[in-house]
């Protein structure tokens, strides 16, 4: 039987972890050398890359309060975030930009999936924030430092088209999403919503000459005690602006994630999405 962590057999002790698990974090993040994007500006003329999704999710299944939540949830750690340059040789760390974004005025119970189950948490939602920023990331040529995959899929992707593997879970003081600028040009993140719907986007100072795009390439089920896990390659594409030729590709990394909910088995694929 696998040991109990202290703060699961004392869980009034739980705060007093995080509290101490956060302090520590900032303070090696201060003395670890980098620099961390932190100014902002006005929008950059130039655009990227964007990405959009719904707001307001009515089919998880748990009060709506919930989703509501989770929109006063984002709009604090977006505010935070939002308009930050990632100027050349800088590192984006979402904790650090998002570390105080609480602080005048609090998060709200959102849910977030702890254990294998969606539990209702403070400051719950938040990965609609880093999936948006790193879809965006990914459509750009920041070098990704730091991401953190969901150890379970929930659901299967709203449409076949849609890639597999581009999700990234954050937990202040042990997960963050971290890209670093390695190029000669500052790109800024710009983030807002509406009643309807999250928006990102990634602008940059000049007429872009090349756009990115994510594709999977080995995408396969396969069985491990007891459990189907999806295994995908994510690889992006760089293609001339002016005429749409590929002029490179490159597997940025293979998401490896147990499927948690259920398959049906096709005898000339193997294990497919319901």
Known sequence: ???????????????????????????????????????????????????????????????????????????????????????????????????????????????????????????????????TLFWLFLHTPLTIVERHMHGVKEFPNPSPDDPCGVDATILEGWLDLRVRNDTGETLQVELSQDDEYYYGRILAPNEPENRYDVVNENLRYFKRDGGTFESVDVIRRTIRARNGEIINREKLYTNVTEIGYPMQAAPEEGLIPK
């Open 1 to 131: 039987m696998k040991r109990k962590l202290l703060t699961q057999r004392f869980p009034f002790l739980l705060p007093l972890r995080q509290w101490q698990r956060k302090r520590l974090y900032y303070f090696k993040m201060a003395l670890d050398g980098n620099r961390y994007a932190s100014r902002k500006s006005a929008p950059l003329p130039y655009e990227l890359a964007r990405a959009k999704s719904l707001l307001i999710n009515e089919r998880t299944g748990m009060d709506i309060k919930y989703q509501r939540n989770k929109a006063h949830n984002l709009r604090l750690a977006s505010r935070a975030v939002s308009n930050t340059l990632i100027r050349p040789g800088e590192t984006f760390s979402l904790w650090w930009l998002a570390r105080r974004a609480d602080k005048l005025e609090p998060y709200k119970d959102g849910l977030c999936v702890i254990c294998g189950k969606l539990t209702a948490v403070y400051g719950g939602g938040l990965c609609q924030l880093s999936n």
